[in-house]
């Protein structure tokens, strides 16, 4: 229903309009606090770099935060994540993630971009306090937050904006009316606008999300895609729709897809009873990180990558490591 508001054609949006308004007042205020100082913002000791979005619901930050950790960490850099956690409770924060943390404590992004990066990464409810955990217990050169653009009270040098190129910003509006946390307006004022598929603008970066080895959960066998039929999909991610085409235009056949809410916490019972009959189960990897534990034999992933043209890229780094030499 949600996304036939936010993304369709439905007038239900008009009912939602005034919570819409007093959302934007407040967001607009708080904005105004920290531009004018009245409220303060806590500067990092090394460049901060901010990857998020205007809307609710997935765009690609996770992938591009991973791709981004890869391309500086080969140039020698030292990378920290850090991370709200979504989907974690830990009884203290802040974390930092190492190879026995939990997805229940720590969420599903963060381990998943510990586990593919072997950054340090650390985890508060408080972004500013997961920046000094991790500038108290190692020398970093860059710090990269996942998501956050809306959290001000963590200063940054830079910040990137993921869209969705199918959806872009749906009806438009703020929550809940429409999905947008931050009006269009805000792009103007960031350092890099990235679009994960679909169709770009003059200035935007193309980005497109890759897979194509299937790997096995439990054994981690590695198979091509398209030796895959009648499998069962699930996703619980932003927007499972995506996954779901990418399976089949490696040309899985799929024969159930089963969408989940994001941060979703599986258990063995609730994916043994998707497969009955002992199909394959083929999941996203930000779903697999949870159910490694309890994993069968018959239950798969497909890791994907961010790719961008590489004249795009370098622009990129470029920039990054321009801020770099700044703030020596």
Known sequence: MIERIWF???CIYLFLLPFSFLYGLISCIRKFC??????????APCPVIVVGNLTVGGSGKTPIVIWLVEQLQAKGLRIGVVSRGYGGYSEHYPILLNKNTSTDQAGDEPVLIYQRTHAIVAVA???????KAICKNSTVDII???DGLQHYALARDMELVLIDGMRRFGNGWWLPAGPMRERTGRLRSVDAVIVNGGQTMIGEIPMRIIGHTIINIK????????????????????NPANFFSMLRYLGIVIIKSISFTDHYKY???ILKNLT?????????EKDAVKCRIFAQSNWWYLPVSAMIPDDKANELLTKITKLLIENH
Do not use: H
Not at 34 to 43: A, E, F
Not at 125 to 131: G, I, L, T
């Open 267 to 269: 258990n063995f019972t």
């Open 144 to 146: 990269i937050t996942d």
């Open 125 to 131: 409810p408080k972004r500013s306090d997961a920046v």
């Open 34 to 43: 920290y531009r004018v100082s009245w409220l303060q913002s806590w500067r």
């Open 276 to 284: 009955p009959e002992n199909e394959q189960l083929i999941m996203t």
């Open 8 to 10: 369709g054609k439905s």
């Open 219 to 238: 054994t981690g066998e590695r198979c091509i895609a398209n030796s895959f039929k009648n499998v069962v999909a699930i996703a619980g991610i932003g």
